[in-house]
């Protein structure tokens, strides 16, 4: 699972921030793995159609929303059905159109409203010239959802376990392997039989009939984060009817599961320098050192502190302790709107969420402080919670993707030994990444090994990626890039946040190489780097 920006759409910010307020929502959990199936019996396909209408989320108009029927297991595609909830924005000049971009926001999360959240943030010439089409995948949001049984108070109590599994204050995982029993096993007893059937790979299977039910022999893709494992299985599955594709913060393909999770930690590395400099040109409001230097340790001395010391304040959903310092400052780390003042708000969140904590620390917390953290905890919680869905389903579907694509290990005791080995190695995560989760204690094992990425032979994979990006780091771009040998070109960006397309000020030399791709076909002659 990636976990996304926390960022308020809350008119705040320029229509593209709220842009990529949306789509960083969408992602809010992260990046996984898959299975192949046996080969389907041989039947006659049933018709496939859509019928246009209003969306459930309210988007507004052009976006019109349809709602799919999808075999529950394609090894049985005549039997039980899910529903899978499908979006699109007709090509802004039909004169002009070459067919359809499938869009995915990452997570696994909703990616209903990716079509509406992507119009301003893609090139005028892109959607002149594609229909944007996108769905929320099995198991999410509108499309059949599962849920684990939790309530809202369970999902305060366990937030800091969620996304990133963070140990407690002294590094101990007991609390850590409590929730993940306790999850897996109440997953396993509200969710019946969907979870043998949550997997990336399932995802790609219902990409394609969507595919057929548009009435396209082809279609040209753009994902981000889990997105991209998900394009990238769609066109090993589905390789005769991929034209263009676009993957931006690129997972590795071959670190699944487990490994996949504890590349956060060398992302988070990855993307420090650039908060760092952000708190020295902001000393006076930060108040963590007037060098790099000075900043890290400072910043690190503060999460000791206080979780040696958590303060509980009136209102705030969760306890004021150094796992939650370093949770938001990952999250606020995915996007650079947080550290970027507008006039409605002249001090960036990030800077905010730094002096807020330290004021908690000396026992100096404002009213200001208070409201800012009552507020990021409420909407660590509301921004996964969706109208008639289960209030829990967001994160419990992520996690139920992540242990269907591929078996986490079982043992206790690796979990401890690694998580204390990347705690002492990586600090600013404190072993999080490394720790126990859901997966480790899931019922449901995954039905058969996952795909294999591997070049097909034939060039027509783009991969974008920031240098600094807190939750794929460069060198899982590069992981996939390897996967894909001659088949794909690699673009990395001298910027740090997750995702190039969905940056504040995206990098032109970028962009133009993502226009020229998919309005001429043009690729770069290899891989090349963006300053």
């Known amino acids: 699972m990636r976990s996304k920006n926390s960022s308020r759409s809350d008119g705040r910010y320029s229509r593209r921030a709220r842009a990529i307020a949306v789509v960083a929502a969408m992602g809010t959990l992260g990046v996984v793995a898959t299975t192949v199936l046996e080969p389907a019996k041989a039947t006659t396909p049933r018709p496939l159609a859509l019928k246009w209408g209003e969306c459930p989320t309210d988007a507004p108009a052009p976006q019109q929303c349809a709602t799919l029927e999808m075999p529950l297991d394609y090894r049985d595609p005549e039997g039980r059905t899910i529903k899978v909830e499908v979006s699109r924005i007709p090509a802004a000049k039909p004169e002009k159109r070459k067919g ?26 892109v959607r002149d010239s594609y229909d944007l089409v996108a769905f929320d995948p099995r198991g999410i949001g509108y499309s059949t959802p599962m849920n684990c049984g939790r309530d809202a108070d369970e999902l305060v109590r366990d937030e ?26 109440q997953c396993a007893d509200n969710s019946g039989n969907l979870l043998p059937h949550l997997t990336t790979a399932n995802v790609a299977r219902d990409m394609d009939r969507i595919r057929r039910a ?26 005769k009817t991929v ?12 670190e699944r599961g487990y490994d996949d999770f504890r590349t956060f930690s060398v992302a988070m590395e990855d993307r420090w320098p650039d908060l760092a ?42 306890p004021i302790n150094g796992n939650l310092v370093r949770f938001f400052t990952w999250q606020l780390a995915y996007n650079d709107t947080s550290m970027i003042a507008t006039k409605e708000s002249p001090v960036p969140q990030l800077a905010q969420l730094w002096q807020a904590a330290a004021d908690v620390a000396a026992d100096k917390a404002t009213d ?20 008639g869905v289960p209030q829990d389903n967001l994160l419990s579907a992520g996690w139920a993707i992540s242990c269907g694509d591929k078996a986490w290990p079982r043992d206790v005791e690796t979990y401890a ?4 080995v990347d705690r002492a190695k990586f600090p600013l995560t404190a072993g999080a990444p490394a720790n126990i989760a859901p997966c480790a204690a899931w019922a449901v094992k995954p039905i058969s090994p996952e795909p294999k990425v591997k070049p097909l032979g034939k060039r027509n994979v783009l991969i974008l990626q920031n240098r600094r990006d807190p939750a794929t780091p460069l060198s899982t771009a590069r992981g996939m890039r390897r996967a894909m040998g001659s088949d794909a070109v690699l673009v990395d960006v ?30 770069p002659a290899g891989d090349k780097s963006c300053k």
């Open 368 to 387: 200001a402080d208070r409201t800012f953290l009552e507020g990021l905890t409420k909407d660590l919680i509301a921004r996964g919670t969706l109208p």
């Open 214 to 239: 548009l009435g396209e022999r082809t279609v040209s893709y753009y994902g981000i984060s889990w997105g991209t494992y998900l394009g990238s299985l769609y066109r090993e599955l589905f390789p």
């Open 160 to 185: 800091q376990m969620e996304v990133l599994s963070f140990p407690s204050g002294d590094g101990s995982i007991d609390g850590n392997v409590a929730y993940a029993k306790r999850m897996a096993k």
């Open 494 to 523: 001298d910027a740090g946040g997750h995702g190039v397309l969905t940056h504040p000020e995206p990098n032109a030399c970028a962009v133009d190489a993502l226009d020229a791709f998919f309005t001429s076909g043009e690729l």
């Open 100 to 125: 359809v971009l499938m869009l995915n926001g990452g997570g696994p999360g909703p990616s209903l409203d990716v079509p509406t959240a992507m119009g301003s943030l893609l090139p005028a010439d």
């Open 277 to 318: 400099r952000f708190a020295v040109a902001h000393k006076d409001t930060v108040r963590l050192g007037g060098t790099e230097r000075e900043v890290r340790q400072n910043y690190l001395a503060l999460a000791a502190k206080l979780d040696r010391e958590p303060v509980s304040l009136p209102g705030t959903k969760a």
């Open 417 to 420: 030994r690694n998580t204390a």
């Open 243 to 254: 034209d263009r594709m676009v993957i931006d913060s690129s997972v590795d393909p071959n």
